[in-house]
């Protein structure tokens, strides 16, 4: 068996998580998890888990680490996994690390003006939730793509809050400084070269991780 390990993807809203992390899973075949996505699932079921999410979100308060790992423990899968979202804190950190070790962190920068042109442009395909921008057609359903209703401004200036509180904090304790980290400013470069760079050093990462423990761990075509 294959054992899991995880890449935390961490950056503002409309930085580009979920175009990276959709675009690295197709490349590598590895498993992409987005926290917001499976949260805004559970909260519309009716299980346990989206009874306690319902507890914390009304009364305003951070979901615990715990509660927060069983949103996503059904999604996280062998070899690698790239989640978007959580860890946010240094408990999620070891939550999540108990059951798929964190080796790296990729981080989005993206400066304030290009978040709000971003959160404007903003489309999906109305099919398969591809993300995209104004203009832009569904490649694999080849039609428009749809302005994206999941998000109002008022919701990005709190996720934003939210972002410098506790995030950035977050990104400068001595559990996170102590992991591999790719940092890549978005504004001026291309999707699929974010993603590149992102592949490149995913790569080297799991060749190093390959290089200490078992090859048998990882995925052969993510260490070649």
Not at 2 to 9: D, Q
Not at 114 to 140: A, H, K, M, N, S
Not at 161 to 168: F, N, P, S, T, V
Not at 171 to 194: C, F, G
């Amino acid at each position: 068996m294959k054992k899991a390990v995880s890449i935390a993807l961490i950056g503002e809203t409309c930085s580009g998580k979920s175009t990276l992390g959709k675009g690295l899973s197709a490349q590598l075949h590895c498993t992409y998890i987005s926290f917001g996505d499976l949260k805004r699932k559970h909260i519309h079921s009716n299980t346990p888990t989206s009874k306690r999410l319902q507890v914390f979100l009304k009364a305003g308060l951070p979901i615990p680490a715990d509660l927060g790992y069983s949103v996503i423990e059904h999604a996280v899968g062998e070899g690698l996994n790239i989640v978007s979202g959580y860890p946010i804190t240094t408990t999620e950190l070891a939550t999540l690390s108990a059951h798929a070790p964190v080796i790296g962190v990729v981080v989005l920068d993206t400066s304030d003006e290009v978040i709000l042109q971003r959160f404007y442009e903003r489309r999906v395909c109305p099919l398969c939730d591809l993300p995209g921008v104004i203009g832009d057609d569904c490649p694999t359903h080849g039609i428009a793509m749809v302005e994206r209703q999941d998000l109002s401004y008022e919701q990005l200036i709190a996720r934003r809050k939210l972002y410098r509180e506790r995030i950035r904090p977050f990104l400068e304790t001595k559990e996170m400084q102590q992991l591999s980290r790719l940092s890549i400013h978005t504004d001026t470069m291309t999707p699929d070269a974010v993603q590149d760079r992102a592949s490149l050093w995913l790569k080297t990462i799991l060749t190093e991780q390959e290089n200490v423990h078992d090859p048998d761990h990882y995925p052969a075509h993510l260490a070649s």
